[in-house]
């Protein structure tokens, strides 16, 4: 009599079948658990989340995307899948005209705070938080090989570009929750966490749709990865230290900016963002 042979782990084979719902699970659950193992000492004691915790919460999220990235392209890809994943981090070679957009976020973001600073108020002007650079590095060198390298092409096959771009900025905003009360110079915005946060969504969305531009226009995980340094860093650098109700507000006008780049781009280039 032959000796059953032992059952297979479904899991690679769920993986498979749904890649995407996989790798937001994956993702959403490394970096939301990390956010909680930072954040429990001081929850434990009844101390609440310090500044300091809030922004050490930060980089344990980024494991998310980064691991779940590298992890559903060996799935979905086998060796191919992560070799090819490496290839377009390391595709740097494009037109001069991409990396000219990677200013995009810091003239947009001191332009806002330039016009605020001559209308409304003076408090409004530009911080100049140089060490902020800092924040940007990690966040897009690790994000982005979650967000672009995976999910954005996988969104992608389903739907236009635009769309899958959308969806996948409101996903972002959402990734941020555990986290959102301690971004931004007025952190934390105590009462007007809620507004802060749709106005970081609105505006990040935007964001997103430019990095996908960039992303379609040159196969290129690298420009993702520095439009999201530069859009990270523009705002821990030049953010004012407003009040958490003006901050939610020049959030909201910046996005409005953006989005009005969006409008300009998709009437240039298509609901695909220039893709086929």
């Given amino acids: 009599m032959s000796t059953p042979a032992p059952s297979r782990s479904h ?6 079948r749904h890649p995407l719902v996989a790798y937001w699970v994956i993702t959403f659950a490394i970096s939301w658990a990390g956010a909680l193992v930072v954040a429990a000492p001081g929850l434990i004691r009844g101390a609440g989340i310090s500044n300091t915790t809030g922004m050490v919460m930060f980089p344990a999220m980024l494991l998310g995307p980064l691991v779940s990235g590298i992890l559903m392209s060996r799935v979905t890809g086998g060796s191919e899948g992560t070799k090819d994943l490496w290839r377009r981090i390391r595709r740097w070679r494009v037109g001069l005209g991409w990396y000219r957009a990677l200013l995009i976020p810091p003239a947009t973001v001191l332009l806002i705070l330039f016009l605020l600073e001559g209308l409304v108020s003076r ?7 140089w060490i902020g650079v800092a924040f940007g590095v990690p966040a897009g060198l690790c994000e982005e090989i979650g967000w672009t390298g995976f999910a954005f092409p996988q969104m992608r096959a389903q739907q236009s570009a635009l ?5 996948l900025g409101v996903l972002w905003g959402l990734w941020h929750l555990p986290v959102i009360n301690f971004l931004g110079a007025a ?6 966490w809620f507004a802060f ?16 531009w960039i992303y379609t226009g040159t196969n290129s995980v690298l420009l993702a990865q520095l439009m999201h340094i530069s859009s990270t860093a523009a705002l821990v650098i030049f953010s004012p230290p407003v009040s958490p109700l003006r901050e939610a507000m020049w959030y909201a ?10 409008g300009i781009v998709v009437a240039a280039t298509g609901r695909q963002l220039g893709g086929g």
């Avoid at 006008?253 to 969006?262: D, E, F, N, R, T």
């Fill in 197 to 212: 946060f749709l106005a970081f969504t609105f505006a990040m969305a935007a964001m997103r749709v430019l990095i996908a």
């Fill in 253 to 262: 006008l910046y996005g409005c900016l953006l989005w009005l780049m969006v």
């Fill in 123 to 129: 408090s409004f002007r530009p911080n100049h938080f």
């Fill in 163 to 167: 769309g899958a771009a959308v969806w």
């Fill in 11 to 16: 899991a690679p084979a769920i993986l498979e």
């Fill in 187 to 192: 952190a934390p915005h105590r009462q007007y």
